[in-house]
């Protein structure tokens, strides 16, 4: 295999690649830290409606599940050369999977899975990780007018 042809930049090596060899077009890392912090804000809205006085590492216990399960949505979608700030249907497979993987490994943790939670979570997520994809397309296809 011969050397690639002239210097690799630095940024090469922390962007992700495809199985493809293609890389997904734009900075990667900005819907994946906008998901995040919806994520967050699940976890603080947890805490101030069911723990209120407890130390903000109870945020940590809330988030992780569906933080772990975000991250690895975003990954699997970036190694497959798809952008993960497109609403649909990359969005979409984001938002299922940091659901039902978040779900999951809570359950596994020991966490509750009651019914009222498993909406409102459901909900939430849709409503923060689909809306910030919407309002993006939106402001985008305006700005493109």
Partial sequence: MDAPAGPV???ATLDPVST????PPGRWWWPVLADLLCVLALAVGGRRAHEPGEAVSVLLTIGWPF???AVLAHALLLLAGRPTGRLWPEGGAVLLATYVVGMALRGLSGRGLAPAFLLVALGFLA????GWRGVRRMTSRRSAS
């Avoid at 493809?20 to 890389?23: D, E």
């Avoid at 409503?127 to 689909?130: A, E, K």
């Fill in 9 to 11: 930049p630095p940024s």
């Fill in 127 to 130: 409503l923060t990780m689909l």
């Fill in 67 to 69: 933080a772990v399960a």
């Fill in 20 to 23: 493809s060899g293609q890389r």
